[in-house]
């Protein structure tokens, strides 16, 4: 797939390949029956694009794939997304994160095994500057984050808007990330043990002190989340999550809010407005199984908000 002169959405982080097993319910130290078991594609970087090319966003993945079974299984993943991809493979070895997803289907949280030993750092050269350059929005995530800096510098330098998934910020180089991240949306948890404070709407306020940030905010599942702009850095405001009637899976969740949260930001909503299209794309992503399944397209967007005003 060649690449194009500028994309909407660009993030070199996280892809993977996801097994994901159905149980009725399920609970450590016993046998389970097997509802079902699916490959499927996942990764917070992929599936933040995956969401935002269903909501109209052009998009591209640019982290490392190689010649195995679980990188061609990416790209295919990514072909039918309509996500672009490089045409070579710099790193024949190369694998992305794979994944063992547990869902209980009776409350439809999971649980995850993961190894990333075969993933192979990006390699940021004069090709990538260029598609990041190029780029409306630029999606970072925790997965390499010397690499991530890089990636996230290089977009503030060009005034490229930054928007930051991370599960962790650790050391220094976690310090300076955080710095240069323009939108950082991060769940309650990972706030609480990254800076100390328990309560979401102090943690909102503290991580609101950066140079330049634009939004920060702060998720946790079914209570919704907390958030504040750059326009109003002192007033913290609470979306509440979308009632669904029947939650089948909550297996990617925060990164398909962080795809739709990207790809409303491009299309130019109010910051407010971003992070309520982001919180109805999570919610409806809900309805079926696996990370990325269930992500509504613009069309079945735009009817669920109308439906719920």
């Keep these: 797939m060649s690449l194009k002169e500028r994309w909407d959405l660009v993030g ?60 061609d299984f990416v790209r295919g993943v990514l072909s039918r997304e309509g996500i672009g991809y490089p045409e070579g493979v710099r790193h024949p070895e190369a694998s992305p994160t794979y994944a063992v997803v547990i869902v209980d289907q009776e409350s439809g949280e999971r649980s995850i095994l993961w190894s990333d ?52 910020l650790e050391g220094e180089i976690g310090k300076q990330l955080d710095a240069v991240t323009d939108h950082i949306i991060v ?38 989340c907390w958030f504040a702009t750059h326009e109003a850095p002192y007033t913290i405001r609470r979306q509440p999550a979308f009632s669904m009637p029947q939650v089948v899976d909550t297996n990617g969740c925060g990164d398909i809010f962080h795809g739709a949260y990207a790809a409303s930001l491009i299309q130019e909503f ?25 992500a509504p397209t613009l069309v079945e967007l735009e009817r669920f908000l109308q439906a719920v005003r």
Excluded at 24 to 33: A, L, V, Y
Excluded at 146 to 164: F, M, S, Y
Excluded at 277 to 294: E, V
């Design 12 to 71: 070199f982080g996280v892809a993977a390949v996801d097994d994901v097993f159905t149980t009725g319910k399920f609970i450590p130290n016993e046998k389970h029956k097997l509802i079902s078991a699916r490959r499927l594609g996942g990764g917070q970087t992929e599936t933040a694009l995956v969401a935002a090319a269903r909501l109209g966003c052009s998009c591209y993945y640019g982290g490392n794939l190689g010649r195995d079974e679980r990188s």
């Design 117 to 168: 030993d075969a993933v192979v750092p990006p390699v940021i050269d004069e090709s990538d500057i260029e598609v990041i350059r190029g780029a409306r929005c630029i999606l970072t995530d925790q997965n390499f984050p010397d690499c991530q800096l890089a990636i996230a510098r290089t977009a503030r330098e060009a005034g490229i808007p930054v928007v930051g998934d991370y599960e962790r």
């Design 270 to 294: 109010p910051l407010e407005e971003c992070i309520r299209r982001a919180a109805a794309t999570a919610a409806l992503k809900t309805r079926q199984s696996g990370g990325q399944t269930g």
């Design 187 to 224: 769940p309650l948890v990972m706030a609480r043990r990254n800076w100390g404070m328990t309560d979401p709407e102090d943690l909102v306020a503290r991580m609101m002190t950066a140079t330049g940030r634009k939004l920060a905010c702060v998720t946790d599942g079914v209570n919704g």
